[in-house]
């Protein structure tokens, strides 16, 4: 069962026990590929690395618990997530997802997916009627992005959930954004939560990895035969980085939607900004219900450079404190062109990203020195 303890204190010891063998406070890196069997086929629990390995099983637990699940697992990357969920379809099948998703999902999606007869209908999921109107009769998964990437939508957990369930659909909630301190989707209804561990849960820019958790057995032990069957799987050191950042998640969340918040407004006022996303803006038209669903309104923002993608372009390669990289979640801000970076694979598709639109990762740097730095590349 989910431990009733605080999500700060779960943070640190869910998982996390100090090594019995040796008493270290820190879960000890197990860099092995294999282990020791006392007869053919009887070990203590774990045989070949692939399968389970003690560091990643300290992950998996810490996971479980702060996304109040029973079961977490963890891979090699976020994609790598999603993909084993994916294996849980069938050919014929069909999913329906945001039309605001991120650019690894799309290509997955459509270029990988549609191959194999899983089919995905992309639409406004801001509209649950929407989501109704794109269900088939082969609909087996509604996979969600809340907030989304890049748009910052806020997409209705609750009401997705019981629609899908209504009909004998999954539903996959990607909490990348959000973290599971900002949001917890299984508490809203959702069936699986994935996340790109690269991001917030590393914090630091420095692993790659991804994670499902789910409280029903018989998702977990499908997930964990594929998990173990294709192999996708993180090495014990990249378990341990994002088993370090985890410690520090909670307070890292906070100054990162703080500081986010900050830069929100700053832009909001800004003559060559046109327009602002960020849920936590009084006029985001899902402000509301991230109220409801969220802790805070997360550490990204997105914003329109008049002037289009030339212009865009120009603001990213001139700032000095955000860099300009894809990825996001670490404690340095980074500032991203979709359209020609993280979101390339939309372009010339309906779901292609305005050539004009910047996101940000707002890290936890001084809010000050972060909008100075925005001004003035947005000045010169």
């Known amino acids: 069962?989910?431990?009733?303890?605080?999500?700060?204190?779960?943070?640190?010891?869910?998982?996390?026990?100090?090594?019995?063998?040796?008493?270290?406070?820190?879960?000890?890196?197990?860099?092995?590929?294999?282990?020791?069997?006392?007869?053919?086929?009887?070990?203590?629990?774990?045989?070949?690395?692939?399968?389970?390995?003690?560091?990643?099983?300290?992950?998996?637990?810490?996971?479980?618990?702060?996304?109040?699940?029973?079961?977490?697992?963890?891979?090699?990357?976020?994609?790598?997530?999603?993909?084993?969920?994916?294996?849980?379809?069938?050919?014929?099948?069909?999913?329906?997802?945001?039309?605001?998703?991120?650019?690894?999902?799309?290509?997955?999606?459509?270029?990988?997916?549609?191959?194999?007869?899983i089919d995905t209908t992309f639409v406004d999921m801001t509209e649950v009627a929407a989501v109704e109107r794109a269900r088939r009769e082969r609909t087996r998964l509604i996979f969600i992005e809340t907030p989304t990437n890049p748009y910052l939508k806020i997409l209705d957990i609750a009401r997705l959930s019981e629609l899908a369930h209504a009909h004998g659909a999954l539903v996959a909630v990607d909490n990348t954004f959000a973290t599971p301190y900002v949001q917890q989707p299984l508490r809203f209804g959702a069936d699986l939560v994935i996340h790109s561990t690269t991001k917030y849960l590393g914090g630091h820019s420095d692993v790659v990895g991804g994670a499902v958790a789910t409280s029903r057995a018989d998702l977990y032990e499908s997930l964990k035969f594929h998990q173990n069957a294709v192999g996708g799987v993180p090495g014990p050191f990249d378990c341990w980085l994002v088993l370090r950042g985890l410690r520090t998640l909670a307070v890292r969340m906070d100054r990162h939607a703080e500081n986010a918040a900050r830069v929100a407004r700053a832009l909001v006022e800004h003559p060559r900004v046109t327009r602002v996303f960020y849920p936590g803006l009084t006029d985001h038209p899902g402000r509301d219900l991230a109220a409801r669903q969220m802790r805070n309104s997360g550490g990204m923002v997105s914003f329109v450079v008049n002037g289009g993608g030339a212009a865009a372009r120009r603001v990213a390669s001139r700032t000095r404190l955000f860099l300009l990289a894809e990825s996001l979640g670490g404690v340095e801000s980074l500032i991203d062109h979709p359209a020609s970076m993280t979101h390339a694979s939309l372009v010339g598709s309906p779901l292609a990203v305005d050539e004009g639109l910047l996101r940000l990762s707002v890290g936890i740097e001084h809010a000050d020195d972060l909008i100075e730095d925005l001004r003035q590349a947005l000045e010169t």
Not at 63 to 84: D, K, N, Q, R, V
Not at 105 to 116: D, G, H, P
């Open 1 to 117: 069962m989910p431990s009733r303890r605080r999500f700060e204190t779960r943070a640190i010891h869910d998982g996390q026990e100090p090594d019995p063998t040796t008493g270290a406070v820190i879960t000890p890196i197990y860099q092995t590929s294999t282990y020791v069997q006392q007869a053919p086929g009887e070990h203590r629990g774990y045989d070949y690395s692939r399968t389970a390995n003690p560091t990643r099983t300290a992950l998996e637990r810490a996971l479980a618990s702060l996304e109040e699940a029973e079961y977490g697992l963890a891979f090699a990357s976020g994609m790598a997530a999603i993909t084993t969920a994916a294996l849980l379809l069938s050919p014929g099948d069909h999913v329906v997802a945001p039309d605001d998703v991120y650019g690894g999902t799309y290509r997955l999606f459509v270029r990988v997916l549609q191959r194999y007869g």
